[in-house]
């Protein structure tokens, strides 16, 4: 199905934007996705979008992201998360990257999975991303 473009365009998937990003960044064997997959690798990034507050501006809007980093141990795992967020900060000044502003919300930690059977070691972090809307439509010449 195509939607017609509105008038002051869409915004892209912002977990998908910081995941296209992170993934030029991240080393091997790290992956980053916006799902888990099963069975989940150790070294492994996800990245979720929440629900954050509206914005009135149709053309920037803040997406909130909440950043997975699995590793073998906890230290190795929030230091993966201080990557991606040094990672994210740069996106802001790289053309392209489709991140106009990057805000931590809660700063890398130490944050086990309760659910996970294998108690793998798992950072958090937080942050706030800004997107710019794209394909606007020029009503004039």
């Not at 998937?13 to 910081?18: C, E, L, N, S």
Request: glycine share 8%; hydrophobic share 40%; with cysteine.
């Amino acid at each position: 199905m195509s939607f017609p473009v509105p008038l002051f365009g869409f915004f892209d998937y912002g977990a998908v934007v910081a995941r296209d990003y992170l993934t030029t960044r991240v080393p091997a064997p790290y992956i980053v996705n916006t799902l888990v997959p099963n069975p989940r690798v150790a070294q492994f990034i996800t990245v979720r979008s929440v629900p954050t507050g509206g914005s009135m501006n149709p053309v920037l809007s803040k997406r909130r992201l909440i950043i997975w980093c699995y590793d073998n141990t906890e230290v190795q795992a929030v230091q993966t998360a201080e990557y991606v967020r040094g990672y994210l900060y740069e996106a802001m000044y790289e053309l392209g990257s489709g991140i106009r502003g990057m805000t931590v919300v809660g700063e890398p930690c130490f944050f086990p999975d309760p659910d996970d059977p294998n108690k793998t070691p798992r950072a958090q972090l937080t942050v706030d991303i800004l997107l710019r809307a794209r394909k606007f439509q020029h009503t004039g010449p």
